[in-house]
Structures are given as structure tokens and as C-alpha cells.
């Protein structure tokens, strides 16, 4: 683990009574304990509720492709126009993802709290759909979607910069995996749900649909405990230890005092030890050990220490992340993730349809066989990335990834190109767990570049892709003699690229560097041979000329 090596008095600030420093009162408690706190705090419960949270913004992303052409219909647009103009709003929603990102993501590190950007991204995802339900021209819906496109990016940024400031480092990939399954969770519920209702019930049940689901979001999300708040009540959920922090030296910088001024509860002041408290004069003392596996009364934890965030501007950065390989190259497989993915969208039912006849309904449940394998592949990468490291796992998810999109090519038999469907899904679905989990390990060993930068980069890459996907795929498959075999030859193309770009700079040591330090090894054992034994002939010459 790289530790970010630049501390001032300001990192400190907790340590010290108010008259040796700025003050702590951004640390004091609330009046009273908040309820259910261990639970609430939990990295299972934050994760279980980022996971609802994406779920949710794909569900109210995928929902209006079954019903918005009808719509669009009932305002007098043609049939073909309305098939263009439902894709233009996809699009809108991609364009305010996409220019929402790099604010939202510099406010979100700013903000003292990840409570308020979620909660104003989730009253707007909540806003936006009430607009598109009544909207009563198509300017409206356009503003509608784009602000949905702007809530959505509130919602991935915060929400897994959220779940990383709460999950222990060596867990990281594994809740993110978790997290991730909503990805597929939303997108296989949004569009058959979106039909459903709206055969049922008419136009504005899809849109009540997604409003409840948000609004029981938006109830989870004020249920959630953050780690800092957590801490200051003596409780960590990163070690689910308890811990006793901010009373014990806010009492021992008052004199005379053994009671908490607020509520009843009662405590030791702490005096801390000259090794708790570094020399703050001496440029060369190094900061307390960061263990996050310690936690007790008397000692800091890394925990206390990501309470105190300082963010740097925008453009320091963007020069950071440019210079790290690593985050650079997660952050194109995520753009090539975003394109994959949405590449195929307006291609795979028209080719569906042309080889085998397939409708809408079978079409449909084509797409769910190929989403459902997800469900299970991010969990487990994410689990396999914290054990064995982020480099094995994506190369291995790429490299099993690339023939089945050869074998998607024949057309021979539809259950065949069913299971190679599916089986592509699940391989290229469990790259983005380690690449997540890469991008908090970025986060982390960099001074100033917090998760929701990475994640906010994280989100543009990914926007751009999916705003990019559908057009490049529908452009190559109607204007190309064999549409769907170019793209699925453009598509493993793309994963060459990306498992040669894993394989040279993913994980803190890249399969590449292993390799030949391997190689090297392997040289200086062969050169060894003979120096050995010529060592065992002067042995045996020495012996020789000298009997015992």
C-alpha cells in the first residue's frame, strides 16, 4: 500500500486543543447517539445501498425505451421520427452525464458530507421524472433526460466514492462487485418492466414505478450512518471495532473535566503519548503507522486520519491522473467497457431478426440471458481481485472474453450464439470490478485526489462511451455489407487492446514486470551453472591435493 508521504500541521489538526490550533468543532458530536448506528454505518448496509442506488438509475434509464416512441407517437411524430427522436433522448441523457461529471465530481470532494450531493442528485432524479411524464413537447423531454443524465453521474460518483471511504482497503474489489450487480439488475428489470406497465396501466405507470424506487433510495440513503460520523460516536465500521477518539481529546484539552458536557455518558480524558502525537517541527518525522486492522482507545487508525479531506483544484488533478499509468489505462478500458456495451444495442435485435425471425418477446429474453451471467461474474471477480490482485483477474476476464466473439460471428445455430452471449457477458462484466477497485488504489496513493475524483473520471470515461457506442454501432452494422460481423471483429479488436494494456500496466506489479524480472531469474540461474561447477571442481582439486 502506497501512504500519501505529505502531512502539515493541518493533518493534525485533530490532535491538538483549540488553543494550539484551528478548531475541532467540525469533529463535536451531535446532542444525541444516533439509532441503530453499527448497523446503519455498516459496509454491508453502505453497499447494499450504493448497489439499489445503480440499480435504480439504470431502471429509470431503461424503463422509457419500450414506452417513449409511443409517446412521442401521441405528440404527432411520425413513426420513424419517433424511433430517431427516442434516440436522440438517450443521447441527452449521455450529454448531461457526460458535462456534469468533472463539477460534480470537484464538489462532492469538497463537501464536508457525501449525505448532501446524493440526496440534491436523487430529489433531481425524482424532479426529472415528473417532467418527463408530463412533459408536454419534445424541448421538454430533452431538458428532462439531460437532467437525468446530470442526477445519474451525482449518483456514481458520490455513491461509490461513498462506499470506499467505508470499506477496509483489502476489501475494496469484493463490495464494489456487489455494488456492481446493479448495473445488471436495473437494465434487466427497466425495459421488460417498462412494457409491462404501460401495456397494463398506460404512459405514466413506468414513470410512478421509477419515482417509488427512487423515493426508497432516497430513504436509504438518509438511513446511511457515514464512516466519520460513525467514529466520532466511538464506533468504526471499516474494523467494526469500537473506538474512542474525538471525546477523549477534546476532554484532555480541558482541564478539570470527566464528564461529556453533551448528554450523560462519561469517559476518561485521554492524555496522549509523545509516539501518538508526532513532532510537528520536524519536517522529517514521519506520520503515525496507518494500519486500518488497529483500533482501540488509545490509538489513531487510518480511520481518524481520512476524516481531515483536502482536495486539490481541478487542473492538479487532471495532471496527476495523467501521469499515473495506471489510473490511464482504467480509465480506457472503462471508456472501451461503455462502448462494448452499448455497441451492440441497436444491432443485436435487427440481426436477431434477420437470421432467425425473432420478435420483440424473444428478442428480450436473449438480452436476459446475456445479463443474468453478470450477476454472478462481478461479485466473484471483485472477490478474486482483493485475493490475488486486480492484474490476474482482469487479463484472465479478457483474455476468456475474446473467442466467444468470434464464435458470435456463425450462424449456425441460435442456442449457440445464445450461451456465447451469455458466456462473453459474464467474462466482460467481471472487468470492472478490478478496474473500480483500481482507481480507489489510485486514489489512495496519490496527495489530494480523492475517490470521487477517480470515480468522476471513472463516469466521464464511461458516459462518453455509451454516448458513443450506440452510434458507432448502428453506423458500422446499416452501412457495412456484413454489419454484425464487423462489429463483433471491431469488438475483439478492442479487447486485444485492452488485454495488452492490462497485461503491461494493471496492479501495483503488471504481469509484464513479472515476466521478466521472471526471465531475468531465469538468465542468472542459467549463468550460475557453470560458475558452479567450476567451484565443485576446485572443491574436489582442493580435496584432492590435501587428503585429510
Not at 448506528?37 to 431503461?62: A, E, H, P, Q
Not at 488497529?294 to 481541478?314: A, G, H, Q, Y
Request: aromatic share 8%; net charge positive.
Amino acid at each position: 500500500m502506497v501512504h500519501k508521504n505529505v502531512w502539515s500541521i493541518a493533518d493534525y489538526r485533530f490532535l491538538l486543543p483549540p488553543s494550539m490550533g484551528p478548531s475541532i468543532s467540525m469533529f463535536t458530536r451531535p446532542s444525541t447517539k444516533p439509532w441503530g448506528l453499527k448497523w446503519r454505518s455498516s459496509v454491508w448496509f453502505t453497499t447494499t445501498v450504493v448497489g439499489f442506488g445503480i440499480t435504480t438509475d439504470l431502471l429509470v434509464y431503461s424503463i422509457i425505451i419500450p414506452v417513449m416512441p409511443f409517446q412521442l407517437e401521441r405528440l404527432q411524430y411520425s413513426q420513424a421520427q419517433a424511433s430517431a427522436l427516442t434516440g436522440w433522448l438517450l443521447c441527452a441523457y449521455s450529454v448531461g452525464l457526460v458535462l456534469s461529471t468533472i463539477p460534480i465530481a470537484m464538489f462532492a470532494e469538497k463537501s464536508s458530507s457525501r449525505r448532501t450531493p446524493l440526496v440534491i442528485g436523487l430529489l433531481a432524479l425524482l424532479g426529472a421524472q415528473v417532467l418527463l411524464m408530463e412533459a408536454p413537447n419534445y424541448a421538454l423531454m430533452a431538458v428532462a433526460r439531460t437532467l437525468q443524465g446530470i442526477s445519474s453521474s451525482m449518483i456514481w460518483i458520490v455513491g461509490l466514492a461513498l462506499l470506499c471511504d467505508t470499506t477496509p482497503e483489502h476489501n475494496v474489489g469484493r463490495q464494489l462487485g456487489i455494488a456492481m450487480t446493479g448495473l445488471s439488475v436495473g437494465l434487466m428489470v427497466g425495459t421488460p418492466a417498462g412494457g409491462t406497465l404501460y401495456a397494463r396501466f398506460g404512459f405514466r405507470a413506468p414513470f410512478i414505478f421509477g419515482e417509488i424506487c427512487t423515493a426508497v433510495d432516497l430513504f436509504l440513503r438518509l438511513l446511511i450512518i457515514e464512516k466519520d460520523v460513525a467514529i466520532r460516536w466511538g464506533y468504526d465500521p471499516a474494523t467494526c471495532r469500537d473506538v474512542n477518539f474525538v471525546a477523549n481529546l477534546q476532554a484532555s484539552s480541558l482541564p478539570n473535566r470527566s464528564s461529556d458536557p453533551i448528554g450523560s455518558s462519561t469517559f476518561t480524558p485521554l492524555q496522549p503519548s509523545p509516539e501518538q502525537i508526532p513532532a510537528l517541527g520536524d519536517p522529517k518525522q514521519n506520520p503515525p503507522p496507518l494500519d486500518p486492522c488497529v483500533s482501540s482507545s488509545n490509538n489513531l487508525t487510518v480511520s481518524e486520519i481520512s476524516l481531515v479531506r483536502k482536495p486539490l483544484p481541478l487542473l492538479p488533478v487532471i495532471r496527476l491522473l495523467g501521469q499515473s499509468s495506471r489510473a490511464v489505462v482504467a480509465l480506457t478500458m472503462s471508456l472501451i467497457y461503455g462502448t462494448l456495451n452499448t455497441m451492440q444495442e441497436p444491432s443485436l435485435p435487427l440481426h436477431l431478426q434477420s437470421v432467425w425471425g425473432y420478435n420483440s418477446d424473444k428478442v428480450g429474453l436473449v438480452y436476459m440471458a446475456a445479463l443474468v451471467p453478470a450477476l454472478i461474474s462481478s461479485p466473484l471477480s471483485g472477490l478474486l481481485a482483493d485475493r490475488i490482485g486486480s492484474d490476474y483477474i482482469t487479463s484472465i476476464c479478457l483474455l476468456l472474453a475474446l473467442p466467444w466473439w468470434i464464435v458470435l460471428t456463425l450462424r449456425k445455430s441460435i442456442a449457440l450464439f445464445v450461451v456465447s452471449l451469455a458466456i462473453q457477458s459474464f467474462f466482460v462484466s467481471g472487468v470492472v470490478p478490478p478496474v473500480t477497485a483500481e482507481l480507489a488504489t489510485v486514489a489512495r496513493g496519490m496527495q489530494g485526489v480523492g475517490y470521487a475524483h477517480v470515480y468522476g473520471a471513472f463516469n466521464l470515461a464511461f458516459g462518453i462511451g455509451t454516448a458513443v457506442g450506440p452510434i458507432l454501432g448502428g453506423q458500422i452494422y446499416g452501412r457495412a455489407k456484413h454489419g454484425w460481423t464487423a462489429l463483433c471483429c471491431i469488438t475483439a479488436a478492442l479487447i486485444i487492446v485492452c488485454i495488452m494494456l492490462a497485461f503491461c500496466y494493471t496492479g501495483d506489479d503488471p504481469l509484464l514486470s513479472k515476466m521478466m524480472r521472471q526471465q531475468n531469474w531465469s538468465q542468472v540461474s542459467v549463468e550460475m551453472k557453470p560458475l558452479k561447477a567450476r567451484l565443485k571442481e576446485r572443491a574436489t582439486d582442493n580435496s584432492e591435493e590435501h587428503p585429510a
